[in-house]
């Protein structure tokens, strides 16, 4: 009984634990069921939050106006936007699940699809976040058009996604290509019209240099009357204006069209610029105005450049600067740059000036100070523009500074490398490329001569301007050819064998008695003292030009002794400068200044080719004068016949120290001191050996070096004389002519030159006489 | 530690050794719960370190044994009450491979003031797996029951070692299990 109570109570305190189980049990679910709530409470608000930003996102998408396409990573479509559909001309449903490459070209696709697995792969980004990228789209319809693509990539729940935002540019390519294609048919036209341009300015420079040249002409005609020649000259003015306009327009069309090359040559730049430099300064002393020039220490003397261009930049600029200064001075300093082969040139006036606004646009074309400038000062505005274009082609910059009132300074720089070496370098010396006198009249020139070389010379470097030059060798033929007629004028060589100048001179002057004509005379000689001169002019010559003759100063001279009427017009205007071999004279400089000489013949051959002849015929001249002296004591006049024969050969052909010595020994047989000429000719001597020597260095072209290598042959030549003679008794011309060609081969052309012109004239009789002349010159009995 | 814990231990404790034993065991450890549990409910591990000791003193047996019997019963009860968890795998290691990372995580999401051991695992071995177990509480055995129950219920032949790492605390332990054949 004991134990079922116990039993009993034991049970009894298990149901109340069972019990408290319960509500325990109970409390805790009941709490459970609370925060459930709250929790769905919580999920519900959230939801909403979502579901807007899920609608506004959506909404993004939807209404965007660039086509958005979404993918998965294997390019597979799961959004595809109504603008995208759109573009594409295809709907969402036809193309969500499909690869995104359907969309695209064969090309492009494979591309993307490879750009997109290397992404994958290597993360190296070939098209996602690259930009915007131009590719070509295939539409629903099959049109294929252009679009920009922009790829981006974002991860939802740990799945990688990529975002394409598409735009079609159709019209913006349209629209792009109308420009492109306007702005091509735009410069095609301005190309058209540089052209154009350069072709009028041509067609108009020519009758240009016409109307220049003949008022030229014209002006040189002394019975014109003041007014006339007032005309004219303002013709001759106006017409050179306007031929500076035109080069201008010429070269801005060259410069626009990409037809302006620069040349690049070594020129001495100090030379060059004060060369220059010269040729303006009469324009500004006529306005009471000075140039200076000043060349700073560091400034190299030889640069490679285009001294023709560069010279047009200063010219341009110092021609401003005199037309916009009344009074004061012009300064043109040349200096270095900091640059190394910049070289700064500036030019300062103490002008008019100019306004802000005018330095702004100093430099555009066709601009210019303002409209009143153009009346006041006239020009066409494009010069300093030309200028800044020229100047930027050799690497430089232009600029200006100015006040108005006060004057201006330009400045500018080029870039001009320093030349060490000398050869071949322009402006090396400053006189020798002086613009050369053009003869406005084309004459017929009788030339008496007795020096060959001289002779030569004078032919080529007057043929050169078209004159038509016969050259005889003494007096007595100038005599004859002056009665056969036909010459506009007569240089004399004043000492010529058998019958000087001056008598010659007297003469004709004595036979023209009976004509009433009266031919112009020019002397040539190699005196320089004034007797000598005033004995000319009193054998009535009417010009006197020493040797070596200054060329530019003899044409002018002929121009102006030989009257109206006479000659022909000269419609050259250009000087042939004629053979310019490639000969190195550098071996020539301890002997001869051969640049002088090059600058006097303009002919490298004819000059190597006098040399040759000078060694020929005058290496034994101190010898002979050094025989006569000892022989004839008190006769000192044959040598000195050599001596001034040879004084005014070496001086033309440049070789100074013969001339010089020679001119010594000239003076001093003139005053009779035949005991202080025979040392010189010892000196004499030498200096022709040296030179011989280095003449004989010379390398010379084949055609040239045939005529070195057959040196004088007395045996040959008076057999090949004597057949001549015989030939000529025959009566033969064409047995004459193979004897003259095997000749030419030791004597010069203008030794056989009146043989032949005999021979073709049939004059056999002539042909005997000049034949035998030529064999006595030569010493050779036949 | 979470109530079904306790009302496992005392359905085996009724089913050992009748409901006299269970009522004695918990009259007599005087705990602060009055030993009132619910499978839901969450209760201190000090109660059922004492309820252990009281039942190894009623029944002479050593307490590790007692746990590891526990253990091993509770498998049987996870089995039938989250078959969830079981789903798909037929291997005890690919089972206990799963329980720190995936049961564990599932635990928390419920229950997230459970106390958890951790569980490291190596199983560089083909067909071996070493198991790790640190808790603060000195459960071992239990672990070990669990262990022993789970390789019963996959029918595997498992060579199993355990290897105490808490100088007989129970805290630590390390398991190696060994696929036979």
């Known amino acids: 009984m004991e134990k079922l109570q116990q039993e009993i109570e034991r049970l009894r305190r298990r149901l109340e634990r069972e019990k408290a189980a319960r509500k325990q049990a109970e409390n805790l679910a009941e709490e459970k069921t609370r925060q459930l709530y709250k929790t769905n409470n919580e999920l519900t608000l959230l939801s909403t939050d979502l579901e807007a930003a899920v609608s506004k996102a959506v909404g993004v998408i939807t209404n965007a106006a660039e086509g958005v396409i979404i993918t998965d990573e294997n390019g597979i479509i799961t959004t595809f936007n109504p603008a995208a559909e759109k573009i594409f001309a295809t709907t969402a449903a036809q193309v969500e699940g499909l690869n995104i490459s359907r969309l695209m070209t064969g090309e492009d696709a494979r591309n993307h699809d490879r750009h997109i697995q290397k992404y994958l792969n290597t993360g190296e980004k070939r098209a996602v976040d690259q930009g915007v990228r131009e590719l070509t789209a295939r539409r629903g319809d099959g049109r294929l058009i252009p679009i920009e693509l922009t790829i981006s990539e974002m991860h939802v729940q740990d799945r990688r996604m990529f975002i394409g935002m598409v735009r079609d540019i159709t019209e913006a390519k349209k629209a792009k290509e109308e420009l492109r294609r306007a702005k091509e048919q735009a410069e095609v036209a301005n190309q058209a019209k540089s052209n154009f341009l350069a072709n009028m300015s041509h067609e108009i420079r020519t009758p240009m240099n016409a109307i220049i040249g003949f008022t030229e002409v014209v002006l040189q005609d002394r019975t014109l009357s003041t007014q006339t020649v007032q005309h004219i000259r303002t013709i001759h003015n106006a017409a050179k204006g306007l031929l500076g306009i035109i080069n201008n327009i010429l070269d801005v069309s060259k410069l626009e069209s990409g037809k302006f090359i620069l040349e690049s040559v070594c020129f001495h730049l100090p030379n060059m610029m004060t060369d220059t430099l010269r040729t303006v300064r009469q324009q500004a002393a006529e306005k009471g105005l000075v140039i200076d020039f000043v060349c700073a220490a560091n400034v190299p003397l030889r640069v490679q450049g285009d001294p023709t261009r560069l010279r047009q930049v200063v010219l341009n600029l110092v021609g401003n600067a005199i037309k916009f200064t009344e009074q004061g001075r012009i300064t043109v300093l040349a200096d270095m740059e900091n640059r190394a082969d910049m070289i700064h040139v500036s030019v300062s006036d103490s002008g008019i000036g100019m306004t802000p606004e005018q330095v702004a646009k100093i430099f555009e074309p066709f601009s210019q100070a303002d409209a009143s400038t153009i009346r006041r000062f006239g020009g066409t505005g494009l010069g300093t523009s030309i200028c800044k274009q020229i100047v930027e082609l050799m690497d430089g910059n232009i600029w200006v500074e100015s006040k108005l009132g006060t004057g201006s300074t330009f400045h500018f720089t080029a870039r001009l490398p320093a030349k060490q070496d000398s050869t071949d370098c322009l402006y090396e010396e400053a006189e020798s490329i002086v613009e050369g006198y053009i003869s406005p009249r084309l004459f017929k020139i009788l030339l008496a001569e007795d020096v060959e070389t001289n002779a030569t010379l004078t032919m080529l470097r007057l043929n050169q301007q078209g004159h038509d030059v016969e050259w005889v060798k003494d007096g007595r033929e100038a005599l004859a050819a002056f009665q056969r007629g036909g010459y506009d004028a007569i240089l004399m060589d004043v000492m010529m064998p058998n019958l000087d100048g001056c008598e010659a001179t007297r003469k004709i002057r004595a036979l023209e008695k009976e004509t009433g004509k009266r031919i112009p005379i020019l002397a040539l000689t190699a005196s320089i003292t004034n007797e000598d001169h005033q004995n000319c002019y009193q054998a009535d010559m009417d010009s006197v030009q020493a040797k070596p003759i200054d060329f530019d100063a003899l044409l002018a001279a002929m121009e102006y002794i030989i009257p109206a009427g006479a000659g022909k017009p000269n419609t050259h205007h250009k000087i042939e400068i004629g053979n310019t071999a490639d000969i190195d004279f550098s071996v020539l400089s301890p002997v001869a200044d051969y640049p002088k000489a090059l600058s006097t013949w303009r002919n490298a051959s004819a000059y190597a080719k006098a040399l040759l002849s000078f060694v020929r015929e005058h290496s034994n001249d101190a010898q002979e004068i050094e025989r006569l002296l000892t022989a004839y004591p008190e006769q000192p006049g044959p040598a000195r016949t050599l001596a001034h024969t040879l004084k005014g050969t070496a001086g033309n052909l440049a070789l100074q120290q013969i001339a010089g010595l020679a001119a010594e020994i000239d003076t001093a047989l003139k005053i009779s001191l035949p005991d202080k000429a025979l040392p010189l000719s010892q000196n004499l001597n030498d200096s022709l050996n040296e030179a011989a020597a280095a003449i004989g260095k010379l390398r010379l072209p084949a055609s040239l070096e045939a005529e070195k290598t057959k040196t004088f042959d007395a045996e040959a030549i008076g057999g090949l004389l004597e057949q001549l003679s015989s030939a000529m008794e025959e009566l033969n011309p064409d047995a004459v002519e193979p004897i003259l060609a095997l000749l030419a081969d030791y004597l010069s052309a203008s030794d056989l030159a009146p043989i032949s012109k005999s021979v073709e004239a049939f004059d056999f009789d002539e042909a005997q006489t000049r034949t035998l002349a030529l064999a006595e010159k030569l010493d050779l009995t036949l | ?181």
């Open chain 2, 1 to 181: 530690m979470k109530g079904i814990v306790f009302t496992e231990f005392l359905e085996m404790v009724e089913a050992k050794f009748g409901d006299e034993m269970v009522d004695k065991i918990i009259d007599d450890a005087a705990l602060p719960s009055d030993g009132v549990y619910t499978a839901i409910g969450t209760y201190d591990h000090q109660e059922l370190l004492s309820l252990v000791a009281l039942l190894s003193e009623y029944t002479q047996l050593p307490i590790p044994q007692l746990v590891e019997k526990f253990g091993h019963q509770l498998f049987g009860q996870f089995l039938a009450g989250y078959p969830g968890f079981f789903s798909g795998i037929n291997s005890a290691l690919d089972f206990l491979a799963n329980v720190e990372n995936y049961i564990h995580v599932e635990v928390l999401k419920l229950y997230p003031d459970a106390e958890l051991p951790t569980f490291e695992y190596d199983r560089s071995i083909p067909g071996a797996l070493v198991i790790v177990y640190r808790s603060t509480r000195p459960f071992a055995s239990l672990a070990l029951g669990l262990i022993k129950g789970c390789i019963e219920h996959f029918g595997e032949e498992i060579e199993l070692e355990a290897e105490d790492l808490s100088f007989g605390k129970g805290t630590a332990m390390k398991f190696t299990l060994v696929k036979q054949g």
